[in-house]
């Protein structure tokens, strides 16, 4: 799907990369390079054992080198007010060349991510819920982005990225979405 469609000479950003499933898949997908990123440090060895690639200890928000806390354990894992210490990267630090699709699954600070990307030449997926009022989408909307659902249908208002939740088979459960800077 998306990911093999636009992998050809992007570098696969994968936050909350989790045990590596996406990025030990980025080569296969046709990816020129692949950066794990994960803020809990028990899968950091994980990481690394599943794949050689770069892997980054960090939580990605909107600044690098402050100190956040990641409260909680497995993919429910989010920012908190407490926790294990973990250091904040913006995406926009990381030294890249090219283009790269940006995976988003931190648990909330997709917002705070996206604006620390600001520069690069980036498309995220990411996924919204709409229990939560879609706020990603709603920000990226207000910020100019164009924004897709997986089946690449156009989506131009926060009330149609509703509609498009509820073709989904999830309906009350999140929606993946791409967003672009400029239309595709």
Known sequence: GIFR??????????????MGYWWVRAKELGFAEAIAIEAQE????????????????????????????????GA??????????????ALADLNI?????????????????IQGAEGKDAMFVYEDWPRSGLPVTQYLLQNGYALYGFDMSRIATHEEAFAFNRRTRETYGPSNFLATRAPI
């Open 5 to 18: 469609r636009f992998a050809p000479g992007r570098t696969l950003i994968d936050c909350g990369a989790n």
């Open 42 to 73: 028990a899968l950091i060895p994980i990481l690394n054992r599943n794949y050689g690639g770069r892997v980054i200890h960090a939580a990605v928000h909107s600044w690098s080198g402050e100190e956040a806390y990641i409260d909680g354990q």
């Open 76 to 89: 429910a894992a989010a920012l908190g007010p407490q926790g294990k210490r973990v250091r904040t990267l």
């Open 97 to 113: 060349a090219g283009p790269a699709m940006i995976k988003l699954d931190i648990e909330g600070a997709e917002i705070d991510a």
